[in-house]
Every structure is written in structure tokens, then in C-alpha cells.
């Protein structure tokens, strides 16, 4: 099998990329859709999975672990393919029963658990004894290396350009990337900006054997912030087409489209915006929990306000 990647002055043929990511995980390739609170849910996370990726759900969407289960049986019934629960540990207003969280997902067979937010470490055996991996996703080279410490499978590292909430240190994910890259003997997954197959490569260059995005999946017909999706004919297969940059005629990809896939990343946020992934859109919204502006990547929302170090550990 090959990987089609599209370049300005022709195609790479390229062998299936196969990485310590793809094989941890049981996906074909090495893309995985970043958790998105109200936004990641079944349509969105098994069009994922069929695709080849691996899809998260954001258990925080749901207000309990009863509708989770609903979600996780409603995601079931729509892949056999793998996929995965985030549960984002950052501090809310409301009580929440984290471990029912993952006690549900886990009851339900889950195999891919993600954390972020704080250190996963008081949930860690309740997650090793339900049989998942464990991902855990940070913005700090430091707590990249705790992850590990703490015995992780894998670490997805955050630049500032991610969208949700991106680090209040400010670093970006090319600096952050090859650092955690020769850091780390785990694999490491890297997350921030990255929206077309050039974003792959790139990241796989870095050192990181994995990507994960989440803004470039908000411009997909399943994800419920999508407000033209349908219309446009946007999905999920086109965004990981165009991550192994196969643009389509038919324009699958909206920062491509046009330009054979060669839109600048000012473009594709811009496009992104224009395509409701913007600040006015239901992703825009105010966090419910903690009451910052969460974000498209690249939006001019005022990101996780600056001065509040110390307030959760990582991105999310
Ligand atoms: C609207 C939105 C909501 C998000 N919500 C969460 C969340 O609840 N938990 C989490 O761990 N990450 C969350 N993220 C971050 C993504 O999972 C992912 O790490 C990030 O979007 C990657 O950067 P990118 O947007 O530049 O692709 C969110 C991202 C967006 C755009």
C-alpha cells in the first residue's frame, strides 16, 4: 500500500507510513483527531477511525458517565475500527467524577485513553488495570518527561498555534517537537498548526510519529460546529486525504481547493474561520467549566490568558 502525498510540482508515492504510533494504537495511519469539548462525537470520531485515523471522544461533553456510555455505544455502532476518550483534567467549576469518566470508557472496552490538562498520575492504575493505552498530551517539555516517568505509551506534545487551550508559555510546535522528540524514548505525537499533508511531514521530520489535529476537523460535515459542511460537501475522509495530500476536483479540502492544496497557513485558518471554525462559532464559545475563550487554532480569540502560569499543567 501507498501513500499519496500531493507537492506543488507533482506526487510522492510513498510506502505506507508505518510508526510506533500506528502500531500502539492499531491504526493505519499515523493521524489522530484531537479531543474537542462539545464538538468530538461519534459521527466526527468513527468517520475518523473508518478513515484510518484514530478518532477521541471528549468525555467532558457529556455531562455524566451515563450519557458517555451512550456516546461510546453510539461511536461503537458506527466503526469497529479503533478509537479513543479524552478526559481533560483542567479545573472546572462544576464537580466532576473524573473517575466515572474513565471507569465507563474502560467498562466499554475502550482501548486508547487520552489525558490532559494535569497530571494523569491518581488515574493511572485505574487505567493500566482496565487494559487501555494511555496518551497523555502536554505543552511543557517538562511535563513531557514527567509523562514518561509516570510510565505513559505515548506523549502528544501542544504547540501555542493549537487550537482549545494553548499553552500559556507561548512556545510553538516546531521549537517544542525536536526538542520532545530527542527527550523522549517514547513516541511522541505532535499537535499545533499542523492542518495538510505538508504538516505531516514536517512533523514526522521533527521526530514525532504521530499527528493530531483538531481545527482542521472542525471543517468537516460531521462535526456538529460545521455549519456549511453538508452543503460544501466537506468530510472527514478529505481532511485525511489531504493530510496525505490527495486534493480532490471536487474540493474536499477547503484551504486547498483552488490552489491544488497549496494554501498558505494564514489561508487555511482563515478559511477555517470563514467555515465557522472561528471564534464566533460554538467552538469559539467560552469554556463552560473554567471560562476562557477556547479557540480554533490560529484565531484571533484571546488565547489562555497569559499571566496564569501555573494555573493547569498542559495544553488541552
Ligand atoms: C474547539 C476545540 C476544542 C478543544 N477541546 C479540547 C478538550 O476539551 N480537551 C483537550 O484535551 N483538547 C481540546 N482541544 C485541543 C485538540 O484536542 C488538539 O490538541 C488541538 O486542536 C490541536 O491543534 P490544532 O487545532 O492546531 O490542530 C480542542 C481544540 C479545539 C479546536
Same mark, same amino acid.
Given at each position: ?8 510540482? @507533482? ?8 510508526? $510506533? ?27 475518523v ?26 461511536? $461503537?455502532?458506527?466503526t ?13 467549576? $462544576? ?21 490532559a490538562?494535569?497530571?494523569p ?5 485505574q ?5 487501555a493505552?494511555?496518551?497523555h498530551?502536554?505543552?511543557?517539555i517538562?511535563?513531557?518527561?514527567t509523562a ?38 517514547? &513516541? ?44 460544501? @460537501? ?13 486534493v ?5 479540502? &477547503? ?6 492544496g497549496?494554501?498558505?497557513? &494564514? ?50
Open positions: 500500500m501507498y501513500l499519496t502525498l500531493s507537492y506543488a510540482d @507533482g506526487i510522492l508515492f510513498l510506502p505506507m507510513l508505518s510508526t $510506533r504510533i500506528t502500531q500502539l494504537l492499531g491504526i493505519q495511519h499515523p493521524i489522530l483527531q484531537g479531543a474537542m469539548q462539545w464538538l468530538s462525537r461519534a459521527e466526527l470520531v468513527a468517520a477511525s473508518n478513515a484510518g485515523g484514530l478518532g477521541i471522544l471528549s468525555a467532558l461533553t457529556f455531562p455524566d458517565g451515563k450519557e458517555l456510555r451512550e456516546e461510546i455505544r453510539k461511536t $461503537r455502532n458506527l469497529t475500527r479503533p478509537f479513543g476518550v479524552n478526559v481533560t483534567l483542567l479545573p472546572t467549576s $462544576r464537580q466532576v467524577n473524573y473517575g466515572e469518566y474513565f471507569a465507563v470508557a474502560l467498562e466499554e472496552g475502550v482501548k486508547v485513553i487520552e489525558t490538562g494535569r497530571s498520575e491518581p488515574y493511572l492504575k487505567i493500566r488495570d482496565g487494559g493505552k494511555l496518551l498530551k502536554v505543552a511543557r517538562r511535563d513531557a518527561l514518561e516517568r509516570l510510565g505513559v505509551d505515548a506523549v502528544t506534545i501542544v504547540g501555542f498555534e493549537a487550537g482549545g487551550h494553548p499553552s500559556a508559555d507561548c512556545v510553538t510546535s516546531f521549537i517544542l517537537i525536536p526538542e520532545a522528540a530527542d527527550r523522549l524514548k517514547i &513516541p511522541l505525537i505532535a499537535a499545533g498548526g499542523i492542518g495538510d499533508s505538508r504538516g505531516l511531514v514536517a512533523a514526522l521530520a521533527l521526530g514525532a510519529e504521530g499527528v493530531m489535529l483538531g481545527t482542521r476537523f472542525v471543517a468537516t460535515r460531521e462535526c456538529p460546529a460545521h455549519p456549511t459542511g453538508f452543503r460544501e @460537501g466537506h468530510h472527514t475522509s478529505g481532511a485525511l486525504h489531504q493530510q496525505h495530500g490527495a480532490h476536483e471536487d474540493g474536499l479540502c &477547503p484551504e486547498g481547493a483552488g490552489d491544488g497549496k494554501g498558505s497557513q &494564514p489561508r487555511r485558518t482563515a478559511a477555517l474561520h470563514q467555515r465557522g471554525a472561528g471564534p464566533q462559532s460554538p467552538s469559539g464559545r467560552r469554556h463552560r467549566e473554567c471560562g476562557h475563550t477556547m479557540r480554533a487554532g490560529g484565531g484571533a480569540t484571546a488565547p489562555y490568558p497569559l499571566g496564569q502560569r501555573g494555573h493547569r499543567e498542559s495544553g488541552s
